[in-house]
């Protein structure tokens, strides 16, 4: 009786570690194949690469993990080895050994070894994530506390902001905390350069599928690209703590097919057309004189 007990129970075990395997390999599964641009409940690794550089960033991490594991299992080994075999039943008396130029040597070298073949790859990125190759379009991002603004020079500077859409006016099938008024619309397929500047603290723009997070520092402009391979929408978060309302200022990427751009552009054009004159009523309002409202800086 006592073994049956035994049994049912050793079997129930077994069952409950297979449900445990298949539940963590489904939701891998899952996470896997839903092809994510935001994050996911229970999402394991990266959002799936949507440009170029995040297609390498994620090669370049999988490498990573191999050089890593096989470290760790290595060590692993030697710590049991040593454990199994100069336990003080083993090996009842010690050696007395304090050097050995051999393995002292070894041991430096073959790390540094290590570390250069992780330096090259890891050099080449950061370069090839650097440099814009041969723009098509540029577009300025700016962080306010607690927004972004985007402009577009080569569109005739058109300039609008992006606000979270609280929880409470949130439509159906929008995300809380992600999606926002007006995103940022890019041709897909396009080389972008982006700019990135500040109006009060350092904010970081970061768009995780996209491998692309850059600072917005007041008084600087900061560098990256950008070529989103595929129309869809994008979603990210400002990634520097700025402040008491960081968590409510996300990144929305809209990336339309070309001729769908064009299209969106002449509708933005009218639709934020106020702010494309920089006009500022407010300030006109209070008795400034109209032609500096452009040299004015940006209000906080
Ligand atoms: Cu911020």
Known sequence: MVRLTRLLTTKAAVRALWVLALGVIGTFAIAVVAGATEPRPWQLGFQPAATPVKERLSAFHDELLIIITLITVFVLGLLVYVIWRFNQQRNPVPSHTSHNTVIEMLWTVVPVLILIIIAIPSFKLMYYMDRVPNPEMTIKVTGHQWYWSYEYPDQGGLTFDSNIIPDDQLKPGQKRLLDVDNPLVVPADTIIRLQF???????????????????????????SWMTVEHPGSYYGQCNQICGVNHAFMPIKVEAMSKEGFQRWLVDAKKKFARRDKGADPVRVAAGADPGDAHAAPAGN
Do not use: C, K, M
């Open 197 to 223: 500047t500040g109006t009060d603290v350092i904010h970081s723009w970061f768009v995780p599928s996209f491998g692309v997070q850059e600072y917005a520092i007041v008084g600087r402009l900061n560098e």
